[in-house]
């Protein structure tokens, strides 16, 4: 979905979060799609917070050597927003309208339903198709994000030598990864599937009914958590924290005492975001749930997280299936896969 600019190819999608900013483009031609470009470039503590841009300066430049690690030429690339950030409604109205007549009524309802001046967003819609309440009347997804948001974000972009041509909503970028994932795999369209992807200081829980989004929900907790848990009990900074957990040479009590309880820190944050999801939702028959975010290739998680809460759970893993350019490191590229699910979402863009 593109919430707030006009749809454009040759996209690189470019995922800003709160530790790193994750690039990658892609190409589509007769053997299907194929990962052309792709880097991920750290960022320092502090540069985005909550997945908003805080220093501009700090993220360019990341974005800047990125592009260059990457290798990628192209100058237009799509970004998104997090779900916090946006305000989101769906209405319902008559499906007879005309395009100009349907733009016109949705300004109408905007003022109504976003709690700020409308002077002060950037708002866009996208209509989801046939309502359920009557066949006269199709549903209307309105986004709405304060101008702040976007400006300080298309700012570091833009000062790094890019144009920002397609801003989403985070949730809609993760749906978009998961087309892949539902093609390759053959999951019924019909099926309603929930996403739990784990940021580095936030987590989203996405949840689709086919290709549409019909609950999205932020959680404050991250994998930051834990590097904090390791460095607090080994005293160790956060970059020898990071070093012991992503290495082989652990303490006796290492998963006892810290993988452990973070694993079910994770069920427990899934299972709230079932139940806040159950009693506010008519889709409540969830198939499976898949995780993303760089901690869900922790050896075991998705078991775990099958095992306490009885649904079918797996790592997604939006590049498997994809033809790979020798420019890419592929080894990286697929250790970091179920990291990218925002990035592909963004960089399909491109083919819209």
Do not use: W
């Given at each position: 979905?593109?919430?707030?600019?006009?749809k454009?190819p040759a996209?690189?999608?470019?995922?800003?979060?709160?530790?790193?900013?994750?690039?990658?483009?892609?190409s589509?031609?007769e053997?299907?799609?194929?990962?052309?470009?792709?880097?991920?470039?750290p960022?320092?503590v502090?540069?985005?917070?909550?997945?908003?841009?805080?220093?501009?300066d700090?993220?360019?430049?990341?974005?800047e050597?990125?592009?260059r690690?990457?290798?990628?030429?192209?100058?237009?690339?799509?970004?998104?927003?997090?779900?916090?950030?946006v305000?989101?409604?769906?209405?319902?109205?008559?499906a007879?309208?005309?395009?100009?007549?349907?733009?016109?009524q949705?300004?109408?309802?905007?003022?109504?339903?976003?709690?700020?001046?409308?002077?002060?967003?950037?708002?866009?819609?996208?209509?989801?198709?046939?309502s359920?309440?009557s066949?006269?009347?199709?549903d209307v997804?309105?986004?709405?994000?304060?101008?702040?948001?976007?400006?300080?974000?298309?700012?570091?972009v833009?000062?790094?030598g890019?144009?920002?041509r397609?801003?989403?909503?985070?949730a809609?970028?993760?749906?978009?990864?998961?087309?892949?994932?539902?093609?390759?795999?053959?999951?019924?369209?019909?099926?309603?599937?929930?996403?739990?992807?784990?940021?580095?200081?936030q987590?989203?829980?996405?949840i689709?009914?086919?290709?549409?989004?019909?609950?999205?929900?932020?959680?404050?907790?991250?994998?930051?958590?834990?590097?904090?848990?390791?460095?607090?009990?080994?005293?160790?900074?956060?970059d020898?924290?990071?070093?012991?957990l992503?290495?082989d040479?652990?303490?006796?009590?290492?998963?006892q005492?810290?993988?452990?309880?973070?694993?079910?820190?994770?069920?427990?944050?899934?299972?709230?975001a079932?139940?806040?999801?159950?009693?506010?939702?008519?889709?409540?028959?969830?198939?499976?749930?898949?995780?993303?975010?760089?901690?869900?290739?922790?050896?075991?998680?998705?078991?775990?997280?099958?095992?306490?809460?009885?649904?079918?759970?797996?790592?997604?893993?939006?590049?498997?299936?994809?033809?790979?350019?020798?420019?890419?490191?592929?080894?990286?590229?697929?250790?970091?896969?179920?990291?990218?699910m925002?990035?592909?979402?963004?960089?399909m863009?491109?083919?819209?």
């Open positions: 979905m593109n919430i707030f600019n006009k454009t996209t690189i999608g470019l995922d800003i979060s709160s530790s790193a900013v994750k690039l990658i483009q892609f589509r031609g053997s299907g799609i194929r990962v052309e470009h792709f880097a991920i470039e960022l320092s502090g540069a985005v917070k909550d997945k908003a841009v805080v220093d501009s700090v993220v360019a430049t990341a974005i050597r990125a592009v690690r990457s290798g990628a030429k192209a100058k237009n690339c799509a970004v998104s927003v997090s779900g916090s950030a305000m989101t409604k769906t209405i319902s109205l008559p007879d309208m005309s395009d100009v007549e349907l733009e016109s949705i300004e109408i309802e905007a003022d109504q339903y976003i709690p700020y001046s409308l002077d002060e967003v950037n708002r866009d819609f996208e209509v989801l198709g046939p359920k309440r066949a006269d009347l199709v997804l309105l986004a709405a994000c304060k101008s702040e948001n976007i400006d300080l974000l298309t700012a570091a833009e000062q790094a890019l144009k920002t397609v801003v989403d909503v985070e809609y970028a993760i749906a978009n990864a998961f087309v892949l994932i539902r093609h390759r795999d053959g999951i019924p369209a019909d099926q309603t599937i929930a996403i739990f992807e784990i940021g580095s200081q987590s989203s829980f996405v689709l009914n086919g290709d549409r989004v019909v609950y999205s929900r932020e959680h404050a907790f991250g994998s930051s958590q834990l590097i904090d848990d390791i460095a607090r009990r080994y005293d160790l900074n956060a020898e924290a990071m070093v012991m992503r290495g040479d652990h303490p006796d009590d290492f998963v005492m810290v993988i452990e309880p973070f694993q079910q820190s994770v069920v427990q944050q899934i299972g709230r079932l139940q806040f999801f159950s009693s506010s939702n008519e889709f409540q028959n969830i198939e499976s749930l898949f995780l993303a975010g760089g901690a869900a290739l922790m050896q075991g998680l998705d078991q775990v997280v099958s095992n306490e809460l009885g649904i079918t759970t797996e790592v997604a893993d939006p590049i498997r299936g994809l033809s790979v350019s020798n420019k890419v490191p592929a080894n990286s590229l697929r250790a970091n896969a179920p990291a990218l925002a990035a592909c979402g963004l960089a863009r491109g083919f819209d």
